[in-house]
């Protein structure tokens, strides 16, 4: 292709970012809105089942402090989905700041599937810091060593560091459910599409680049 022909291509495909970008918006929505529905039922689910399953503390603790504790829960449910959509939109979606890396090439979309996946499932298991801070509070989980009885579902601080995942509190694994999984996917494509039309503008632009340095010669 010449010079001409490049450009128009590039043309070409800084429109189907364009066309992308705006299919992912509504599908970026239903991302947080999932994020927020799974959050909430984790955040019912973990606290009313360490509670069922330590009847001894639950018990010692008395109905003051249970009424306390389900208030902390409550309040935390008020302000789940601003959490949500606030670490969503800064750590997950992408879409509308998506780079390449000199490094990157076309069709990477089983590493970006991988990446991507990863880092949502991370994200998810970070916001359930809020659910461990409130079950640690009222001694329904405790700092604990490899060799504690104790050692279950709930990672300590120790733990999470040895995984290097940046997290210094109690967590749990997040599993995504799968509407989440499914349309995460869908969000995945298209961050691919974006994905490989940004490395055909480069492509594309070393070629011009190319192309002009041998017209300047032959210019000479």
Not at 153 to 174: K, M, P, Q
Not at 184 to 205: A, P, Q, T, V, W
Request: hydrophobic share 30%.
């Amino acid at each position: 292709m010449d010079i001409r022909e490049l450009k128009e291509e590039i043309a070409k495909e800084n429109e189907n970012i364009d066309k992308t970008k705006i299919a992912l918006i509504p599908i970026s929505i239903e991302i947080k809105s999932e994020c927020c529905t799974l959050f909430k039922d984790l955040i019912i689910k973990k606290i009313e089942d360490r509670i069922k399953s330590k009847p001894e503390i639950t018990k010692s603790i008395g109905i003051e402090k249970l009424k306390e504790l389900k208030c902390e829960m409550n309040q935390l449910l008020e302000t789940s989905d601003s959490i949500v959509n606030d670490v969503i939109d800064k750590n997950v979606l992408c879409h509308e700041t998506y780079v390449i890396l000199k490094t990157d090439y076309l069709n990477m979309h089983y590493d970006l599937k991988n990446k991507m996946n990863k880092k949502l499932e991370n994200e998810l298991q970070k916001l359930t810091v809020n659910i461990g801070k409130i079950l640690y509070k009222y001694g329904y989980i405790k700092d604990y060593s490899y060799t504690s009885e104790d050692y279950d579902e709930w990672h300590s601080a120790l733990r999470n560091r040895n995984y290097g995942n940046g997290i210094n509190d109690f967590t749990i694994y997040v599993q995504l459910s799968k509407s989440l999984e499914q349309i995460f996917d869908k969000y995945i494509n298209g961050i691919c599409e974006i994905h490989n039309s940004l490395c055909k503008i480069r492509n594309y632009s070393e070629d011009i680049e190319k192309l002009e340095a041998e017209d300047l010669w032959n210019q000479a």
